[in-house]
C-alpha cells in the first residue's frame, strides 16, 4: 500500500467531523452511502462516495474513495461491497457460525451471560450492531442501515 493518508471518519462526511488517521492494516469494505466533503477550494460541500469500512480493531466508520484509491487498496472496493452484499445481513434464526459468515462478520466484542435456563451472547460491532443470541440462535438484531 501507499504511504497516502486514509482519513476514517464516523459519518460520511468530511466537513467539521473529527476523522483520524489510519494506519495500515486490514479493511473490510461492506458498504458505500453518498456524503459530502470539501472542495479543491477548502470552502464548498461537494457530494461523494465514502466506503463503509472496519479496521482490525472493530471499530466501524467512512473513508472517501478517493482516499482508498489513492492508498493503492489492494481489492477492488466495489468487488468488496458486491461480495458483502451476496453474503447478507444477520437474521433471526441463524446460527452464530452462520452470523460470523454474514458481511458482518465476526464481532469486536462478545457479552455472555450464563444462567440455569441458557447461555445468552450479545454481539457487539464497533458502530451500536448488534445481533442477540440465546443458547447459539440469533433472536433479535439491532444496527445501522447502510446502502449495499
Known amino acids: 500500500m501507499s504511504s497516502s493518508a486514509l482519513h476514517f471518519c ?3 462526511n468530511r466537513i467539521n467531523t473529527k476523522c483520524q488517521v489510519l494506519g495500515d492494516g486490514h479493511l473490510k469494505i461492506d ?3 453518498q456524503g459530502i466533503t470539501e472542495t479543491a477550494a477548502g470552502n464548498l460541500a461537494a457530494r461523494e462516495r465514502y466506503y463503509r ?4 480493531d472493530g471499530r466501524t466508520g467512512y473513508i472517501l474513495t478517493a482516499d482508498l484509491m489513492a492508498h493503492g487498496a489492494e481489492i477492488d472496493p466495489e ?4 461480495e458483502c452484499k451476496r453474503r447478507g445481513d444477520p437474521r433471526v434464526g441463524m446460527t ?4 460470523e459468515a454474514t458481511c458482518w462478520g465476526k464481532p469486536g466484542h462478545i457479552n455472555s451471560t450464563h444462567t440455569p435456563d441458557g447461555i ?3 454481539y457487539v460491532y464497533g458502530d451500536g450492531r448488534c445481533v442477540d443470541l440465546r443458547d447459539g440462535i440469533v433472536t433479535s ?5 447502510t446502502l449495499r
Do not use: K, L, N, Y
Not at 53 to 56: M, N, W
Not at 79 to 82: D, E, F, H, N, T
Open 53 to 56: 469500512v472496519t479496521p482490525h
Open 141 to 145: 438484531i439491532r444496527g445501522t442501515d
Open 79 to 82: 468487488m468488496a461491497v458486491a
Open 120 to 122: 445468552s451472547d450479545q
Open 10 to 12: 464516523p459519518v460520511p
Open 31 to 33: 458498504g458505500i452511502e
Open 96 to 99: 452464530a457460525t452462520q452470523v
